[in-house]
């Protein structure tokens, strides 16, 4: 059995996302039920909760750079070590990364180099993860937008690149500089076979 730490909690088209670190590796791993299918709304697993499981790669774990996709079986909650204890074990087990946002996912992210858009990775040059904790070096501001009848939030970094927000927590208008956030990349998308496949950048969430 392996011990992990539930460090996110985001939003799916169809149920959630759980984000975990194993505590001995310091490996990422993105929870997927027993039978390696997606979790539901209703699955317990709390952002600072420690659960004892039996882990396995998920047997159909996603195209790269989605290399966390993991299988859990027989889940047992232990206990919850609050954000103070999350911040500090990220603090000091975890890598975190530092500088302007162009440093994650190994420098692979491109944008368009005009107004305000989204960034992305492309087949062109793919990570080798698709998760990261990230020092902000500028203040993240809230923006909202809507789509279809459909309010969405973003938060804006250096007043021309926007990111989705897909965490559960509730949206504060400035996340501060210095704060530790957690980055992570979409699925593999196009419009319709008209455009190229790429995997959008996310905010998943912070620690305060």
């Not at 954000?83 to 996912?105: A, D, P, R």
């Not at 087949?123 to 080798?128: F, I, K, M, S, T």
């Not at 959008?200 to 912070?206: A, D, K, M």
């Given at each position: 059995?392996?011990?992990?730490?539930?460090?996110?909690?985001?939003?799916?088209?169809?149920?959630?996302?759980?984000?975990?670190?194993?505590?001995?590796?310091?490996?990422?791993?993105?929870?997927?039920?027993?039978?390696?299918a997606n979790l539901t709304k209703e699955a317990e697993y709390q952002i600072g909760e420690r659960?004892?499981?039996?882990?396995?790669?998920?047997?159909?774990?996603?195209?790269?750079?989605?290399?966390?996709?993991?299988?859990?079986?027989?889940?047992?909650?232990?206990?919850?070590?609050?954000?103070?204890?999350?911040?500090?074990?990220?603090?000091?087990?975890?890598?975190?990364i530092k500088g302007t946002i162009y440093e994650l996912f190994s420098g692979t992210l491109v944008?368009?180099?005009?107004?305000?858009?989204?960034?992305?990775?492309?087949?062109?040059?793919?990570?080798?993860?698709?998760?990261?904790?990230?020092?902000?070096?500028?203040?993240?501001?809230?923006?909202?937008?809507?789509?279809?009848?459909?309010?969405?939030?973003?938060?804006?970094?250096?007043?021309?690149?926007?990111?989705?927000?897909?965490?559960?927590?509730?949206?504060?208008?400035?996340?501060?500089?210095?704060?530790?956030?957690?980055?992570?990349?979409?699925?593999?998308?196009?419009?319709?076979?008209?455009?190229?496949?790429?995997?959008?950048?996310?905010?998943?969430?912070?620690?305060?």
């Amino acid at each position: 059995m392996t011990t992990v730490l539930i460090v996110s909690r985001t939003r799916m088209n169809k149920g959630v996302c759980v984000g975990a670190i194993i505590e001995t590796t310091r490996k990422a791993i993105r929870i997927h039920d027993e039978h390696g299918a997606n979790l539901t709304k209703e699955a317990e697993y709390q952002i600072g909760e420690r659960w004892e499981v039996d882990v396995q790669p998920a047997w159909n774990r996603r195209d790269n750079p989605h290399v966390e996709d993991t299988q859990v079986l027989s889940p047992k909650r232990i206990n919850d070590i609050g954000m103070q204890g999350l911040v500090s074990f990220i603090k000091s087990k975890c890598n975190i990364i530092k500088g302007t946002i162009y440093e994650l996912f190994s420098g692979t992210l491109v944008s368009v180099n005009y107004g305000l858009s989204t960034m992305y990775i492309n087949g062109q040059n793919v990570p080798d993860h698709s998760v990261a904790f990230w020092i902000a070096d500028k203040d993240l501001v809230k923006r909202e937008e809507t789509f279809k009848d459909q309010k969405k939030i973003f938060y804006v970094y250096d007043s021309s690149k926007k990111i989705r927000y897909v965490g559960f927590q509730q949206a504060i208008d400035v996340i501060p500089q210095g704060t530790i956030i957690r980055m992570s990349l979409a699925n593999w998308w196009d419009t319709n076979g008209t455009t190229e496949k790429r995997c959008y950048l996310q905010l998943s969430g912070w620690y305060l």
